[in-house]
């Protein structure tokens, strides 16, 4: 991890520097349609587009996108083949483009039981963008923020097991090290479309000081002008970090 929020103040900008978005909504934006959930989704993709291409103008550095999780294998078997599909034809599609926009494509969450068609244009996508730096797009799919910090302590311990005889050697940073975002500065807005206001398990660990927005809009409704809004909200915020509001405008 670059800076951790609890162990240090991270410089704050205007653009958020990493957003974090969970897409949601597009059941209910199909439905009010009366169209299956999956059209959704498939609009769902041209939001995805919007977002990328915003973010990159506007100067943002990481964007994260939560596109599966690792409860919506619960979902209906048909939805989530569907979804499946997309994410191929999605990565089959875009990844040209997103090579030429000078975007660097990542994909986080245990990839084990997706199929190996997608595994490999997973890595295939990963190879043919990391030469980029101008936007950094990550897709968490499969992803659970308990996972990951599950995930972080096993990889941590398997590279020190002599941390398992001396725990109170293990600090935050050490585990921090280890989260399968770790080349990422924390985010610092989360925005979650679709009106409801929870976590949902998403970057559990790494949301400890992001500034939460909420939208009501549909995640299919969503693009430039909606992600304008949340960053002049962003602007308004005071990220205090444990401060008082005194000590952050420099009065005491
Ligand atoms: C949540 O809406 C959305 C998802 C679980 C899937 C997100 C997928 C996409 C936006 C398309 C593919 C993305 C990529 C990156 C290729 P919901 O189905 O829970 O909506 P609801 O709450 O209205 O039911």
Redesign the pocket.
Known sequence: MLSSSTLSIPACTDVPRHLAV??????????KRFLP?TA???R??Q??RRVVEACGKRGVEYLT?????SE?WR?PKE?VSL?MR??IQ??EK?VGKLEQQGVRLRVVGDLEPFEPKLRDLIRLAEQRTEHNSALNLT?A?NYGGRWDILQAMRRLLESRPDLAGTPQAIDEAMLADHLSMAYAPEPDLFIRT?G?QRISNFLVWQLAYTELYFSQD???DFGAKEIDAAFEWYKTRERRFGRTSAQVSGVV
């Open positions: 969970i897409m949601d909504g597009n059941g209910r934006w199909a439905t959930r959704g989704h498939v769902g993709v939001a995805v996108l939560f596109a599966f999780s919506n979902r939805e979804l997309l994410f999605t990565l875009e897709i799919a679709g409801e549909y995640w299919p």
